[in-house]
């Protein structure tokens, strides 16, 4: 009896794990197809790489996770130009492009923080609106530094791109929500 108890137990829990795994394979082949930037192995590794989307029952588990992550990576990259700009070792002309990225950043956290709280209270298009605006945040961010006199590194590209990618899943998947 009990050797049947675990059994079951044994096949919820690995059917459980397998249902997670297909609705993120599921959500992100939709995803990449909805959108020729979104990179279907990038959304499956991320996904996956991530323990609260890989726990996720429903696509709006999904969306949460997502969104979630997102605004852990604007979170650290503001962190990351404060950082730059109380170190002061930066070109002079980079200070502008670097606060405007410090506000960027900052304003794109709060809008998919409202995001989420969108989602959790089904409003999903009030969603995909935070998302979108935080979605303008990497890519402005980028301009500031190539449109000084003389252009100037960007030390957030590489991140940038993450983040582009990150947002633009969030949005792909909440636009999959009925
Ligand atoms: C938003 O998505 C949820 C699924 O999480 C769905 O139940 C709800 O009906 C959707 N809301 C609207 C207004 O479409």
Do not use: H
């Amino acid at each position: 009896m009990k050797i049947l108890l675990c059994l079951v137990m044994f096949f919820l829990l690995v059917n459980g794990f397998a249902t997670a795994q297909n609705l993120i394979q599921d959500s992100c082949k939709k995803a990449a197809a909805s959108n020729p930037k979104i990179k279907l192995d990038f959304c499956i590794k991320t996904l996956e790489g991530n323990p609260q989307s890989k726990a996720a029952k429903s696509l709006a588990d999904l969306v949460m996770a997502s969104t979630k992550n997102a605004a852990t990576k604007t979170t650290s990259l503001k962190a990351m130009a404060d950082k730059i700009l109380k170190g002061k070792k930066f070109a002079k002309d980079s200070e502008m492009p670097l606060r405007d990225c410090l506000e960027l950043y900052t304003d794109a956290t709060a809008s998919l923080n409202e995001a989420m709280t969108s989602v959790k209270s089904r409003k999903n298009k009030t969603a995909k609106v935070g998302m979108s605006a935080a979605m303008d945040a990497p890519s402005t961010c980028e301009t500031g530094f190539k449109e000084r006199k003389t252009p100037q590194k960007s030390p957030f590209t590489k991140d940038n791109d993450v983040l582009t990618q990150t947002i633009s899943i969030c949005l792909a998947l909440t636009t999959m929500l009925k």
